[in-house]
């Protein structure tokens, strides 16, 4: 969000299913946004498989957390892939890889605290006019 971030999730192990995300994700950090920013939030995700659960639906409806809109085929325009590639290539560029699953859960975390807010902020702020871009060519490649 903007001016502020939370502490970086890693799930342990196994994979994410409606169950974690919602007890793992949406209830410690989406319904306390959703507490602390009233009706000015609304809630990004993506079409992934948990996060379209009865669950998850009937927990973000029970907090009357508001979803964004997101059509299923849209180009991908969600900032936070642009803070995945941003930690993908600060990992990359590191001199060791980190190689022991608890080496890289470190690596992530120190390279998510050292990630500049102005650039969370810029990717936000960002989002109106990559989405105008993306209207005007009809869906097709932007360069962002």
């Known amino acids: 969000m903007l001016g502020s971030r939370t502490d970086l999730h890693i799930f342990d192990v196994g994979s994410v299913n ?9 209830l410690p950090y989406v319904r306390l946004f959703r507490g602390a920013m009233g009706l000015k939030f609304l809630f990004m ?34 900032p936070i892939e642009h803070v995945w590639d941003f930690l993908g290539r600060r990992l990359a560029a590191r001199t060791l890889p980190p190689v022991p699953i608890r080496e890289l859960r470190l690596a992530l975390q120190d390279e998510w605290a050292a990630m500049p807010q102005q650039l969370i902020d810029t990717l936000i702020l ?19």
């Open 18 to 26: 409606g169950t974690r995300y919602c007890n793992e994700i949406l």
């Open 45 to 78: 995700d993506d079409k992934a498989p948990c996060h379209r659960t009865v669950a998850a639906e009937q927990l973000l409806e029970s907090e009357d957390i508001q979803r964004m809109d997101w059509p299923a085929r849209s180009p991908d325009l969600n």
């Open 126 to 144: 960002s989002m109106g006019r990559r989405c105008e871009t993306c209207l005007a060519v009809r869906g097709d490649h932007i360069p962002y």
